[in-house]
């Protein structure tokens, strides 16, 4: 560390200018350049540490390549002639090579013809702190961003008076409160009261767990029992900073359990909309509807399998593809099963678990019981991260608006369009709507497609957060039950509100009882729920309710 | 005979002209109660008709499951309660006998400690947890059999009932039950043995459970119960009490009207087939030797409504008939083709429903009639 500072001292200046003018540098001089990576080869680790300097020093365009390249292990030289070359990528062989000084492609050589420039810690640390100085210079603000942080890592003299500058030019307001973090962090160690008590000021409304961490250690007791941090107001703003820390952090986290209840909410509303409807507007209890989800998912893996060159497509192209092929079993169970068993509810939940049944085995029997993987697609892959303490992933992101996306099409479909109206009437009263005109066979199968498409739908969803197998269907359907019965029957309002409020429920109660202990509170809380309302939070009012 | 229909459904009330399926039921019953013994113990192994431990083991086991179905006509075919939860109470009467068996095995275990069962060892529990006590009892543990499902009726029943949840979301959160007990029983910390449950058993009031006599005995024993619950249901099916059961299966409401308390008749009928179930349970333990908590899966309690609605709904002897059928047939095809069992389940499921509303004993029926 200290030979880094003593290096890092007489280097700054440069790396500075460097760093504000990159334009007007002066013209590099390629010899020096080449002859000092050619040090590289038998110097000593310590050596090296010199060497990088110099390099990053040097201003020439390929510096951070070179650098970069060293740090990733790609740094070779060739044994015939002791020329160092970048390698494309390790681990090859042949090795494709790259002209360090030209970045130009330079032919390849078999991989035992070249030695690798090797590194340890010492360096690496060196390495990154060299690039991240390079960082600071680019355009790019979130890489000036990962810079500073990179360079926050080991606050020493010079990266200080770098930061320091950098805050006077920078315009970015995140970077510039990265930065400011930065300083005042390395202000802390100083010995003006004053400014420390400025630097607790501003780290006070950070929420990062480090800075938490530096500043929990001003409140450290020795082992003699006397305080680490002699001066006691220092320690007081200390203490409140790191409280105030905990607060917002604790606040951040309890917007991520938040979250995390409503992206486990969006699964139980976008599998219980499907139940609304057939077992909502129907009184169709669909015991098979897991099966139709597990459908949906195996169509999104067939989808993929057909268009393995557009993995970022298929997702979209499988929702349609989910809801024909999910829709089109739900016709033909209720054409063929379910309509000669209406009024009799109990029946029905016999012979739909039988379906449910026959197609687990059917995808056994054709894709095997082994799970099938859904690849996830880079743009729902990574997360969104929000500050410190806050990363939201981007598939639980996607998971809750799709839900919203489908409720919205759902009722959209069921309060403006004909069908919609057709499904409407004929839950309320079969007869009448029967003496207006309406074919209510037709309008129940459509009814049935309808519910069972949106469970393909659900199905496509599932693939990106479970496995893909036989069994996909039932490890939801209970819960989904659930929902319907808690939301209400009939009521697709009541299945969001009931599912949202089901999955919140169970993540605020997993941090204290563990996942299985919280779902096995959520069921007794259903149960005794059930006592109170028997019909749900949004009962269905009206005669056709009653004795269902 | 008197008819009722609903629901597209004709379900026969009881008729005081004699009980012919029942008492078929009971010669078969007291056929296997006397045949099992002699064709195990008296007909040489070296026969053809010889019955090995193996076939007891099965019939022993198509015995509890018809049972189980016995308990749950009870409730559905003459009272209109579908419960898809019912294996919870077979479990939990299985679970009973298996403390009890557990605790019989002392130091005989694989770690050898003379009072915790091993898998608590295994856990690095140093005492026995509270529940455990008693169990080594036999009388205490035949108690918790009948008390446990019992109870556990009593209070989901009484919460249930006295709200009105009734026909699907009683079946619904009665799946919800059984799963909630399965998730729980899973649990090592439970104190119940996880995932493994319960097994490797020694013996049973002293008797070795690896002789074909203690099978033999636990088989009559089981047959005995089988023809004693399906003569308690009967007697409850046919008294006055029954005929208000019948009464709210076909029109609850108006039966309240009528000034019956509803729902104390359904409580108690509710407890009582629990308590059948549970005892099925406990007899069904011993005979397998390995009690889980995969037996808590709701597909168990779906399974076993399947038989009674494959035997005949509301006929009592139809059930336990179903519940042998189905369950010889399951032996048979995942035997040889386990690609097919969970297809022909399915379409059983689908067939049965569509087709034979009232099961194989309407089917025969219909035919006794036609003659």
Redesign the interface.
């Known amino acids: 560390m200290k030979r880094l500072l003593r290096g890092a001292q007489w280097l700054l200046p440069l790396l500075a200018l460097w760093a504000v003018l990159p334009a007007t540098a002066q013209s590099p001089n390629d010899a020096t350049f080449l002859s000092t990576l050619g040090e590289l080869r038998e110097a000593s680790y310590s050596d090296k540490e010199n060497i990088v300097e110099r390099l990053s020093q040097s201003g020439h365009p390929s510096g951070r390549a070179v650098l970069t390249a060293l740090l990733e292990d790609r740094l070779y030289f060739r044994n015939s002639d002791q020329k160092v070359f970048i390698v494309k990528t390790a681990g090859e062989d042949p090795l494709s090579l790259i002209d360090p000084l030209t970045l130009k492609s330079a032919g390849s050589t078999a991989a035992d013809q070249l030695t690798q420039i090797g590194t340890n810690n010492g360096l690496r640390r060196v390495l990154r702190m060299a690039l991240a100085h390079f960082g600071l210079a680019s355009p790019d603000a979130s890489v000036r961003l990962d810079a500073v942080r990179e360079m926050m890592q080991s606050l020493d003299e010079p990266t200080v008076a770098l930061l320091r500058h950098q805050m006077a030019v920078e315009k970015d307001s995140s970077v510039k409160k990265e930065i400011a973090t930065g300083l005042a962090l390395a202000a802390l160690d100083g010995t003006d009261t004053k400014a420390r008590l400025q630097a607790i000021a501003t780290l006070k409304d950070s929420v990062s767990q480090d800075v938490r961490n530096r500043l929990a250690l001003l409140l450290d007791k020795s082992p003699d029992g006397g305080f680490v941090e002699t001066n006691e107001q220092v320690r007081r703003a200390a203490a409140t900073a790191v409280a105030s820390i905990d607060r917002s952090r604790a606040f951040y986290s309890g917007i991520e359990t938040l979250f995390f209840g409503l992206s486990l909410g969006s699964v139980l509303v976008l599998i219980a909309m499907g139940l609304a409807i057939t077992f909502g507007v129907m009184g169709v209890?669909n015991?098979a509807h897991g099966e139709l989800m597990m459908l949906g998912a195996y169509t999104t893996y067939l989808v993929q399998v057909a268009m393995p060159g557009h993995i970022g497509i298929s997702i979209l192209a499988a929702i349609p593809a989910a809801f024909v092929i999910a829709g089109l079993t739900g016709v033909l169970m209720e054409r063929t099963?379910i309509r000669?068993?209406y009024?009799?509810?109990?029946?029905?939940?016999?012979?739909t678990?039988?379906?449910?049944?026959?197609l687990?085995?059917?995808v056994?029997?054709i894709f095997s019981a082994l799970n099938r993987s859904v690849v996830t697609p880079d743009w729902m892959s990574g997360s969104l991260r929000l500050n410190d303490a806050l990363a939201i992933t981007y598939n639980r992101l996607y998971i809750v608006i799709f839900t919203l996306i489908v409720f919205a099409v759902v009722m959209l479909v069921l309060r403006r369009t004909r069908i919609g109206l057709d499904i409407r009437a004929v839950s309320q009263n079969r007869a009448m709507a029967k003496a207006m005109g309406i074919r209510t066979e037709w309008v129940d199968a459509m009814t049935f497609g309808l519910g069972s498409g949106i469970a393909g739908v659900a199905g496509v969803a599932l693939s990106q957060l479970t496995n893909v197998g036989p069994n996909l269907g039932?490890a939801y359907i209970?819960d989904s039950?659930?929902v319907v019965?808690f939301g209400g029957v009939g009521n697709l309002w009541g299945s969001l509100i009931g599912g949202m409020s089901m999955g919140i429920f169970n993540k605020l109660l997993e941090p204290y009882a563990g996942a299985?202990?919280a779902?096995?509170f959520v069921?007794?809380a259903?149960?005794?729920f059930?006592?109170?309302r028997?019909?749900g939070l949004f009962p269905p009012a009206g005669r056709a309710s009653e004795?269902? | 005979m008197e008819q009722n229909k609903r629901e597209g459904v004709t379900l026969w009330y009881p008729s005081a002209s004699g009980d012919r399926g029942g008492t078929w039921l009971l010669a078969v019953l007291g056929l296997v109660a006397i045949g099992v013994p002699v064709f195990n113990q008296l007909v040489p192994v070296s026969s053809a008709t010889h019955l090995s431990v193996f076939g007891i083991t099965l019939i022993g086991k198509y015995l509890c499951y018809g049972m189980l179905a016995l308990a749950i006509d009870l409730i559905w075919g003459y009272c209109g309660i579908l419960s898809l939860g019912h294996a919870a109470f077979f479990a939990l009467g299985g679970y009973a006998m298996g403390m009890y068996l557990m605790r019989q095995i002392g130091s005989r275990g694989v770690y050898g400690d003379p009072i915790l069962p091993d898998f608590m060892v295994f856990l690095n529990w140093k005492s026995l947890p509270w529940f455990w006590h008693g169990f080594n009892h036999f009388p205490f543990a035949l108690a918790m059999m009948v008390v446990a499902p019992g109870l556990l009726a009593f209070v989901f029943g009484w919460f249930a009932f006295r709200s009105r949840v009734t026909g699907v979301y009683f079946s619904i959160i009665t799946q919800a039950l059984t799963y909630a007990l399965m998730l729980a029983f899973f649990r090592n910390d439970m104190g119940f043995g996880g995932n493994n449950g319960f097994t490797d058993f020694k013996d049973i009031l002293g008797f070795d459970l690896h002789s074909d006599s203690t099978h033999v005995v636990l088989l009559v024993v089981t047959a005995v119960a089988l023809a004693g619950s399906y003569l308690a249901c009967r007697t409850i099916v046919e008294s006055r009490a029954g005929r208000v059961m019948h009464a709210i299966r076909d029109a609850e409401s108006r039966t309240r009207f009528l000034g019956y308390p509803v729902e104390s008749f359904k409580v108690w009928i509710f407890v009582f087939s629990a308590v059948v179930a549970g005892i099925a349970g406990a007899l069904y333990v011993p005979q397998i030797g390995i009690i889980n908590p995969g037996e808590f899966a709701p597909i168990n309690s779906i399974e076993a409504v399947i038989w009674v609605a494959v035997g005949g709904r509301g006929t009592l002897y139809g059930a336990i008939a179903g519940a042998v059928l189905v369950n010889y047939a399951k032996t048979y095809l995942t035997g040889a083709f386990p690609e097919v069992w969970l297809f022909a389940l399915g379409a059983l499921f689908v067939l049965v429903t569509l087709f034979l509303p009232r099961g194989i004993v309407g089917l025969v029926q219909a035919r006794v009639k036609d003659k």
């Not at chain 1, 009024?343 to 012979?351: C, F, H, I, S, V």
């Not at chain 1, 678990?353 to 026959?358: A, K, R």
């Open positions: 209890i015991m099963i000669f068993l009024g009799r509810p109990l029946e029905t939940l016999l012979a678990f039988g379906v449910s049944l026959i687990q085995q059917s056994r029997s039932q209970i039950f659930l019965v299985v202990l779902k096995i069921l007794v259903l149960i005794l059930i006592q109170i028997p019909r004795d269902k």
